[in-house]
């Protein structure tokens, strides 16, 4: 179906036909887009001093300035900033895609292409567009203090996601598992409402929003190495989040979670040094989360290397009960618990003889028996007196009964 919206585009080749064509496939996406055309960087440069556009489609190699180029002088004008950029390459390796995206191309199209692929990717940015309009309609028609109501919300919140996906293709899983892992992790806290646990996973969801105003060639590096962060100029990422996700009156909680997780449990963190229990506990969450994540991703030793920098962490970068949750998560995900002799049981189905398989650790973080213990009638009861006042964290993992 044709996009009817009156978007402007324009196209930068250096080759005559391949402009023409690239035309001709606009306008059939969007029949009442008005294009225009440059016969290079340069040119589309200086047509961009004036005129702003709402998708940019240009070629990778041209003479006077290529479309790498382009796309960063684009990005790097606060007036143009927001232009969708796509870009086609001929050249297909993996180096040359992620150079694109570094350089602020928000989606590339390797060439020769078809005109059913270049189609599909143009609907998408005049989807991300004609959102983008919306907002930007509503945002001129509020007052400051009007509020967002939930439709208006869920338009935020996909405009925002689809920005994040398409500058961040190579971590749209990772967006994914970090907010299905830190929505799982709170769910086992006994003192967190269904409103911070819905804030939390909003927080999860944009952890990368930051990202998007830092410069390009910093965008994809891990943010923190043994809780120091791995570029000064990365230190700018909190507060960019939060005041991304801040503009928006109901995401303002969510962004007070992401202004602090990077705060170390032990006061050594930034921006503010919070300690202990003055980081939020989305912050603590979604700190464990968001390392485990990016040092699983972004380093040689994988998951392995994640766990034990997670465990070392463990009361000087991390609240150590999130790291317990994080673990019986994982134990979950890979299998380590679904063998059939082992089952997850409540405090009152617990009997004597069985055998413990995780350590069973109070909400204080305190550990109340470790893994291999057997149940008997004295320790069930010392434990049911103690969680009256310090509940049980996680769940209860036990074999079968001792024969």
């Given at each position: ?12 080749d ?5 402009l ?10 969007a ?7 440059a016969?290079?960087g ?36 606060k007036r ?8 086609l ?12 995206l ?20 143009l ?18 028609r509020?007052?400051g203090?009007a ?5 208006d ?9 689809g ?7 190579q ?5 994914s ?10 769910e ?14 909003l927080?999860a969801r ?18 923190m190495?043994?809780g ?10 909190p507060a ?17 979670i992401?202004?602090?997780v ?12 919070k ?8 912050s ?46 994982r ?16 405090l009152?189905?617990a009997?004597?003889?069985m ?6 650790y109070?909400?204080s ?5 470790p ?10 009861e ?11 964290l996680g ?9």
């Amino acid at each position: 179906m044709p996009i009817t919206a009156d978007f402007d585009i324009l196209i930068a080749d250096d080759e005559p036909a391949i402009l023409v064509t690239l035309k001709k496939i606009v306008s059939g996406v969007a029949p009442n887009a008005r294009i225009a055309t440059a016969r290079d960087g340069s040119e589309a440069r200086k047509f961009l001093e004036n005129q702003t556009v709402d998708i940019l489609l240009t070629d990778i190699d041209m003479p006077n300035m290529s479309g790498l180029e382009l796309c960063r002088a684009v990005k790097s004008n606060k007036r143009t900033a927001e232009t969708y950029c796509i870009v086609l390459t001929g050249l297909t390796a993996g180096d040359q895609q992620t150079k694109a995206l570094q350089y602020g191309a928000d989606d590339f199209i390797a060439k020769p292409f078809s005109v059913a692929e270049l189609g599909a990717r143009l609907r998408i940015a005049f989807r991300i567009a004609s959102l983008k309009r919306q907002i930007d309609d509503d945002k001129n028609r509020r007052t400051g203090n009007a509020a967002i109501d939930d439709g208006d919300l869920r338009e935020v919140i996909d405009f925002a996601a689809g920005l994040l996906q398409s500058r961040f293709p190579q971590a749209i899983s990772m967006f994914s598992r970090i907010e299905h892992t830190a929505l799982w992790i709170s769910e086992h806290f006994t003192d967190i409402s269904y409103e911070d646990r819905r804030n939390i996973a909003l927080a999860a969801r944009f952890c990368y929003a930051g990202r998007l105003l830092i410069p390009a060639e910093l965008q994809l590096r891990p943010m923190m190495r043994e809780g120091r962060v791995s570029e000064p100029s990365l230190k700018q990422i909190p507060a960019e989040s939060a005041l991304i996700l801040g503009s928006v009156k109901k995401l303002v909680a969510a962004a007070g979670i992401l202004a602090s997780v990077y705060e170390n449990f032990d006061g050594s963190g930034f921006p503010a040094g919070k300690s202990s229990w003055q980081i939020p506990l989305g912050s603590r969450i979604l700190r464990v989360v968001l390392d485990f994540e990016e040092i699983s991703e972004f380093s040689h030793g994988g998951f392995a290397e994640a766990d034990s920098a997670l465990q070392m962490g463990i009361n000087h970068l991390y609240d150590r009960r999130v790291v317990l949750l994080h673990q019986e998560y994982r134990a979950n995900s890979d299998g380590t618990l679904r063998n059939p002799e082992i089952r997850s049981v409540q405090l009152k189905e617990a009997l004597p003889g069985m055998i413990l398989v995780r350590d069973l650790y109070a909400n204080s973080g305190l550990k109340l028996l470790p893994a291999g213990a057997v149940f008997s009638h004295e320790i069930l009861e010392r434990i049911a007196k103690h969680i009256v006042q310090d509940p049980i964290l996680g769940n209860i993992y036990v074999k079968n009964d001792v024969k």
